[in-house]
């Protein structure tokens, strides 16, 4: 069955760097977009970035996102990562990769399929 986990998270000082890594299995990565969203406490969840399906190749990230976060894939490997640098104690949140067969990137969580189980992110000094 499709499954998506996510691992990474943890406590990090503001303006630190995370590295989060989603491992996929059950479906063929190449076909999907794939995407990172974060809910923090008391807050709806929200849209960080998506990776698109290979013969798409796009990616898309919230305005929060852009020049600080990068999604990348890694099909052979049905991996995917976010690497977030310069962050900020706002963004401690659970995060979440999310799956969608084939797919645009849109950065709304309700066409998203699939769905990990989240890793949690605190920046806190």
């Known amino acids: 069955q499709v499954q998506l986990v996510e691992s990474g998270g943890g406590l990090v000082q503001p303006g630190g760097s995370l590295r989060l890594s989603c491992a996929t299995s059950g479906f063929t990565l190449s076909l999907y977009t794939v995407a990172w969203f974060r809910q923090a406490p008391g807050k709806e969840r929200e849209g960080v970035s998506s990776s698109t399906r290979s013969s798409d190749g796009s990616t898309r990230y919230a305005d929060f996102a852009k020049c600080r976060f990068t999604i990348s894939r890694d099909n052979a490997k049905n991996m995917v990562y976010l690497q977030m640098k310069n962050l900020k104690p706002e963004e401690t949140a659970v995060y979440y990769c999310?799956?969608?067969?084939?797919?645009?990137?849109?950065?709304?969580?309700?066409?998203?399929?699939?769905w990990g189980q989240g890793t949690r992110v605190t920046v806190s000094s």
């Open positions: 999310a799956a969608e067969v084939l797919g645009s990137g849109v950065l709304e969580a309700d066409h998203y399929d699939y």
